[in-house]
């Protein structure tokens, strides 16, 4: 009796590389369409399923206006790229609610996110981590 056993991977740390790879290809943006590579997948699905802790440490000493692209990047890739749908756990919740902290959340970031995505979640999150959070 044979069993498929799949390997446990632990969840990745965001660093310097994943923070270059959302920076690339949020300048590479082009009529709403993410142009990437088959090697930044793997960085992408590690930012979307990353802990919380560990998108806090990566968005905290971002701009914001590095953060509105990135907040593009994920949005596109949960729609485009295999692996990268996070539905209510989305790394764009936080950094939506980050640039709003601020004060720096785009007028048209909103319409854009709604335009491009079928994320019921985005950019707000689900109604229950907003009523408990």
């Known amino acids: ?53 560990e998108h806090e440490a990566l968005f905290a000493g971002c701009c914001s206006e590095r953060l509105a692209g990135w907040i593009k990047v994920l949005t596109l890739a949960d729609e485009t790229v295999p692996g990268c749908e996070a539905r209510a756990k989305s790394p764009v919740i936080r950094m939506a609610r980050l640039l709003r902290t601020r004060g720096e959340y785009p007028d048209d970031l909103t319409p854009w996110i709604k335009s491009v995505s079928s994320n019921r979640f985005l950019p707000y999150g689900s109604l229950m981590d907003r009523l408990n959070g």
Not at 25 to 30: G, H, S, V, W
């Open 1 to 53: 009796m044979a069993a498929d056993v799949g390997g446990w991977e632990p969840a990745a740390s965001l660093g310097a590389a994943h923070a270059e790879t959302l920076d690339r290809l949020a300048q590479t943006l082009a009529d709403d369409a993410l142009a990437f590579q088959e090697a930044d997948v793997r960085r992408l699905r590690e930012v979307t399923h990353a802990a919380p802790t």
